[in-house]
């Protein structure tokens, strides 16, 4: 009994997978193919999201992905932004910011190498992320410390409810810009509710956005599995990025037919959390403080995280191949940048003493290391920087031909040549930018 209790608690029980797996084959056959949304017709998107499913795992989650299949394209039409959807992880490996805007996991996590490593580093590049229900379900996440440690900040999973309900909910934060329109409670739909190992409320950038109210306990209709007290976190995010966790995407279902009893997006509360939190992500709706985008008419100095030099043009040259270095802030003409936008969210970052000439990569070099310059602007992509802001208020810029970060030299010695190296998230690319008069 205790073996089926464990096994239960991690995939809702040994008799459900058995008719899962008898009900497979008419489920495969009712998946609903990738789904492709675009605003009407002569609208460019606001921003595009492609969302990754696995589809072979529990009729309930399979539920969910047809659902949202569903329901994401029409939410697309109705908002302005394209919906894709694959089971195609692979693209992951590749994936970029300046293709997708938005990742969605509805129902899985990326499994191998190149999966993961393309993800964090679309992530570290200024990627953005929601992931539903089963995208933080692990019992061995030391296997990818970064994601469920860090990232997710969760840990392995502990224990669910069952079976599947509605939970009140209590709004913790209203001043993110996915929860802002909701209340300070409100009723979710129905799903199976996970809990952890690691508390969320421990780590510093974790961000608890809504967790289960009190007055929902018990939560779950079985008595061996659920909830009578405790905390328990169902919305998050990350300050260090910008993503975003829900915990529901798991359907009632009638397991001996196969047919779905529940409707995840049968709540406009919660729908509007997503709708919300989407727009957020894709760059709409601004972040939690202000300061984003940046500027358009005024002047701004550098000033690095890691060692306090600013970003400076060598001898306060403006001519071409004039070295951008790291220096003793003073407030001179060349420590004065402005950013004006070019289009995809990229800005020049142009000399305050004449607007003609930006920092660029050397060569167009995609290299570790490759050196930084003023050069006269003429489109390049190696003249354009993405600007991502950091839960600090600083930023980190990403270059638009290479996705690597424009980053401060090991040494702190005034003088040493700025160069783009791998976005890491260290001090070392992070800049405060202080407005000049």
């Keep these: 009994m205790n073996t089926i209790r464990a096994t239960a608690a991690l995939r809702g029980g040994v008799g459900r997978l058995c008719r899962w797996l008898l009900l497979l084959p008419a489920l495969l056959l009712g998946l609903t193919v990738p789904a492709h949304a675009a605003p009407n017709a002569g609208q460019a998107p606001a921003f595009r999201v492609i969302a990754f499913y696995n589809g072979t795992w529990d009729a309930a989650h399979i539920s969910f992905v047809q659902e949202a299949d569903r329901w994401f394209p029409a939410t697309a039409a109705a908002n302005n932004f394209s919906y894709t959807s694959t089971n195609d992880w692979e693209r992951l490996a590749g994936i970029t910011p300046d293709q997708y805007q938005v990742v969605l996991f509805l129902d899985d996590a990326p499994q191998t190498a190149s999966q993961r490593a393309g993800f964090e580093r679309y992530m570290r590049s200024g990627g953005a992320w929601m992931g539903f229900h089963v995208s933080a379900f692990a019992t061995e996440a030391r296997q990818w410390p970064w994601f469920y440690d860090q990232f997710l900040g969760s840990g392995n999973f502990r224990s669910n409810t069952w079976g599947p309900t509605t939970a ?249 040549q700025l160069v783009q190296r791998t976005c890491d998230g260290t001090a070392a690319q992070s800049y405060r930018l202080v407005t000049q008069g």
């Design 168 to 416: 009140v909910l209590r709004t913790e934060d209203r001043t993110h810009p996915s929860t802002t329109g909701l209340p300070a409670t409100f009723t979710s739909s129905v799903s199976e509710w996970y809990a952890w190992e690691n508390s969320l409320r421990d780590r510093p950038d974790i961000k608890v956005l809504a967790s289960v109210d009190p007055v929902s306990f018990p939560l779950g209709t079985d008595p061996d599995q659920s909830w009578y007290s405790g905390d328990y976190p169902v919305l998050w995010t990350n300050t260090g990025y910008r993503m975003l966790y829900a915990n529901f995407g798991h359907n009632a279902m009638d397991y001996g037919s196969g047919t779905t009893l529940s409707s995840t997006f049968a709540s406009e509360t919660q729908n509007r959390f997503v709708v919300d939190g989407l727009k957020w992500l894709g760059g709409g709706g601004g972040d939690p403080a202000p300061g984003d985008p940046i500027s358009q008419t005024s002047a701004f100095a550098l000033v690095a995280e890691a060692n306090g030099n600013c970003v400076d043009a060598r001898a306060a040259a403006t001519a071409n191949g004039t070295v951008v270095q790291q220096y003793t802030c003073n407030g001179t003409a060349a420590q004065r940048y402005r950013f004006p936008a070019t289009d995809g969210g990229h800005v020049r970052i142009a000399a305050d003493g004449d607007g003609r000439q930006v920092v660029d990569v050397a060569d167009v070099s995609v290299a570790e290391q490759a050196p930084l310059q003023l050069w006269t602007y003429g489109g390049g992509a190696n003249q354009q920087w993405k600007p991502v802001r950091e839960a600090s208020g600083r930023y980190h810029f990403i270059a638009r031909h290479s996705g690597k970060c424009l980053s401060a030299p090991a040494s702190a010695a005034a003088g040493v």
